[in-house]
């Protein structure tokens, strides 16, 4: 599993920091349309949605959601925080939180609210005056973390942080992952800052 996921990031990386910092723009929003669209897809098995139809209708409610949220970024913002403390607060009670967290629609408004939030965030972030290194930067956090959480678990976890929601995820794998993505952090200020 290791081996597999560290050639994939051999290939994969070297192509994803050519195109952000070499490719056109309207490639790197095709790339996130592409990202957009294999989400959307993906999300919609969760409700489940299984006529095609239906995938296509929820699909298209992504996209265009995702381009209208571009027009008030902040606000979307805050609204996706607060629908992620549902979620903690959902995984935090789970087998309780099954009673509402497990219906289609709210399966549906929750990939509504937070797809579109991830795809107009990395077009704004991309935007910014040091965009491309800010999404360079964006995404090591997220290696770091996933990295970091992969390798501390495999080699240390043993105390389950969740079973019934994931048993294979450790609180030592968690405290991986955030010290990689703290060190991440800490590089990412010295080279941005002041």
């Avoid at 992620?84 to 509402?100: C, E, Q, R």
């Avoid at 999404?135 to 389950?160: E, H, M």
Wanted: aromatic fraction near 12%.
């Amino acid at each position: 599993m290791f081996k597999q996921r560290l050639l994939t990031a051999l290939v994969l990386v070297p192509i994803v920091l050519l195109a952000i910092y070499y490719a056109h723009p309207r490639l790197l929003g095709l790339v996130v349309l592409m990202m957009l669209l294999t989400a959307g897809w993906e999300w919609s098995r969760l409700m489940p949605i299984i006529s095609m139809p239906n995938k296509v209708i929820f699909m298209m409610l992504v996209i265009t959601i995702s381009g209208l949220s571009l027009f008030f970024l902040n606000q979307w913002l805050v609204f996706g925080l607060i629908v992620w403390a549902g979620i903690l607060l959902s995984v935090l009670t789970f087998p309780a939180s099954k009673t509402y967290w497990g219906h289609p629609i709210v399966v549906g408004l929750v990939g509504l609210i937070l797809l579109p939030l991830l795809a107009s965030s990395l077009v704004a972030l991309y935007q910014l005056p040091q965009g491309k290194d800010l999404l360079v930067y964006f995404l090591c956090l997220v290696w770091a973390a996933d990295i970091g959480a992969y390798l501390a678990g495999k080699s240390w976890g043993r105390i389950k942080m969740i079973p019934q929601v994931s048993p294979g995820k450790t609180w030592e794998g968690t405290a991986g992952g955030v010290a990689l993505a703290l060190l991440v952090a800490f590089i990412g200020y010295l080279y941005f800052s002041p």
